[in-house]
């Protein structure tokens, strides 16, 4: 199958409508998507990214009325979600319509909803007529993308089109939040952080801090997030050097606040908004030029810090 790139929204929604896939720019990583009622495109979300059937994806949307047509009931806390962030990088988790198919929710009743912030994704779904069924347009396991290159890199010949937008602003995926219940939980951390959440809701819940073993999001179980190279979380430069010095490798990266000078590849990055920006792109390029080590400065979990470590830490534990 040829892959076409284009910058053309009726073109690309185009191959929207006669049922195939197609990778669309959001803010915080690419999208593979599909018509979220069309069940066989649907289904070839996971042949193609070779997505495990009980992963549920996130549905993509440009208005309110769209929500309406997914989730059963819009509660309290989804609605206070909408007015505050949406459109923006946070995802709310609802009971689902009975007309959603099970391979959209992976079988669950409840179904991810999101309004991405960026202008050629909102044309693009208004263009495409549905909601979008979209997870990361990478192939499972590997990092998010970040840019439209890397969905090529990652799904050339394996769908037919990829919308050309920008490079992501945000770098990891949204904050996933379940609105089900009286107090809203975090599933899965993103750029919209707990503080955040708390100038509107007066409590808020972590779930995969709370509760043991088990998971909600089904996602978070997975391997995910990984380059090839093994990587390790350090506090600073000294604590790498001293690694270094004793195992005498030097096919190594640093992604941190400072230079390293004897690394193959250093990335500095100013805040922790910065790092999120370019830590899966950094990734990428490192495995591109088979990096063995990838050493990764550890950041303070608060604010976007949260997410950035949850992903840091995923990536390390492959
Ligand atoms: O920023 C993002 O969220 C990106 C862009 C493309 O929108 N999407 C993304 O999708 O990261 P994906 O499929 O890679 O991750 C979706 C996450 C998974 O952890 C999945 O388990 C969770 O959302 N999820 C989806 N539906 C759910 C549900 N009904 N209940 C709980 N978790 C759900
Ligand atoms: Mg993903």
Known sequence: MKTIVTSSVKTASAFIRSGELVGMPTETVYGLGANVFDEDAVKKIFEVKNRPADNPLIVHVSSYEQIEQLADRITPNAEKIIKNFFPGPITIVLQKNEVISNFVTAGLDTIAIRMPNLEITAKFIDACGVPIAAPSANISGLPSPTSWQHV??????KIPCILKGPKCKVGIESTVVDCTSSVPTILRPGSISIDDLRTIFSRVKIFPKL?????KSPGTKYKHYSPKA???LVESKKELIKIISKSGKKNFAFIGFEKVFSARKSKIVKSSNDYAHKLFSFFR???????ERIFCQKVEEEGIGLALMNRLQKASHS
Not at 152 to 157: E, H, I, K, P, T
Not at 211 to 215: I, K
């Open 152 to 157: 090529y890199n990652d799904l050339n010949g």
């Open 211 to 215: 509760q043991n073993g088990e998971v």
């Open 230 to 232: 093994k990587v390790t």
């Open 285 to 291: 390029s490192c495995d591109e030029i088979e990096i």
